[in-house]
């Protein structure tokens, strides 16, 4: 795993997740395969296995860089500027 300059920005504690799920998914009908925590907002997004791919949404819209997987047994972080594990 690579270190990148924004994984030092974060906020520390990470923020709580604002949802236990995709909120977009379910306001479209649809069912997430995996879910991403943003670690600067808290906003959990479908990952990109999903068909609307909330998370890069996300990313795209907001321009935060960092999230990790909410998924149980799970512990990386993907940087989106970077394209890089963290």
Not at 54 to 72: I, Y
Not at 77 to 83: E, G, N, Q, S
């Amino acid at each position: 795993m690579n270190e990148c300059p924004h994984v030092d920005t974060l906020p520390h504690p990470e923020p709580d997740a604002l949802s236990e799920t995709c909120l977009e998914c379910l306001a479209v009908g649809s069912h997430p395969v995996q879910l991403r925590l943003c670690l600067v907002c808290g906003h959990v997004g479908c990952c990109d296995s999903s068909p609307y791919k909330h998370a890069t949404e996300h990313f795209k819209e907001t321009g935060h860089p960092v999230m990790r997987t909410f998924e149980p047994g799970e512990s990386w972080r993907w940087c989106f500027v970077d394209t890089a594990l963290v």
